[in-house]
Structures are given as C-alpha cells and as structure tokens.
C-alpha cells in the first residue's frame, strides 16, 4: 500500500486504497460519506447469543471516508487569506522542488498557477482541511463536488506529495 504524505508537514493524506486521478498541479482523490460506529471494532470474530447483547453503547456518526481515514482537519479561510496562504505555499513547493527535481520548477508553477485559478474562481464551493497535525505551513487539501453536486472529491497539490510504500 502506497500512502501518500505532505512533504512540508509530514502528515499522512490518504492512500491509494482511493481512487485517485493525476492531471497537471492536481491529485484528485474520490472520497464518499460513510457511517462509522464508535466502539465498534471489527476484529473478525462473530460474538456469541449471550455476548451479542453486551457491549458499548454504538453512537453512529456519517463521515467523509478520506477526512476519517487520513485525520484531516477541516479549517476555514476567505478569499483573501487563502491568497495570502497559497503563495507562501507555492513558494515553499518550488524551493523543495528546485532541490529535489529542479526540471519540475517551472512546469509546476505553470500546472499550479492554472490550479489556484480554478479554485479562486468557485472559491465559494470548496471546503479546506489540514494535516491532523494542522501545520500552518502544510497543504491544504481542497473538498469539492463532482457536477452531480453529491459525489465529493478532494484535490491535492501532487507536488507537495510524497508516496511511502507500507
């Protein structure tokens, strides 16, 4: 299994257990709404008649599958801030690329810079998250919805990635 982590903050994103698309600056991961039950856990065995009725209290929660499975932490930005944010990001990006793959500098300020337009320009549709650890200089994955307007997805910066083989 290949999980994929934020090469500024070291958090864990998510893994390839999703579907994932590359294309230009974008990692686009299909995520869906899952319901998950706290104290429950699954360990394979089926409980007995008698043991069937013990057990905790199961308080059921629906969750994004991506958010739960990587820790993400939803945060909040206006337009202005993200800017702000988003040009100490990319600048970060192009310095850890121009040692680690400099012929990648320059299309991935062209691939990024069409990205970032894209999401100023439905800035109002997308949702914001964060490594578990909230790094403010992390990436900030971007929640969005298909034209369906009910199959979400997020979209990754695939340079701020790196894919750690487990």
Do not use: W
């Amino acid at each position: 299994m290949l999980v994929y982590t934020d090469i500024i903050s070291g958090d864990e994103l998510f893994s390839d257990a999703f579907d994932i698309k590359f294309s230009g600056a974008a990692a686009e991961v299909d995520c869906k709404m899952v319901v998950v039950k706290e104290g429950d856990v699954d360990i394979g065995a089926n409980p007995s008649a008698e043991e069937a009725e013990e057990g905790v209290d199961n308080t059921e929660n629906t969750v994004n599958n991506v958010v739960h499975a990587g820790r993400l932490q939803q945060t909040q930005f206006d337009k202005k801030t993200y800017m702000t944010y988003i040009k100490g990001y990319m600048k970060a990006l192009a310095e850890k690329l121009a040692e680690t793959d400099p012929e990648r500098v320059e299309p991935f300020k062209k691939e990024a810079s069409e990205l970032v337009k894209k999401v100023l320009g439905d800035f109002k549709n997308y949702e914001f998250y964060t490594g578990e650890n909230m790094d403010p200089d992390g990436m900030v994955a971007l929640l969005n919805y298909r034209e369906d307007g009910i199959t979400p997805y997020f979209t990754f910066f695939k340079d701020g990635l790196k894919a750690q083989k487990y």
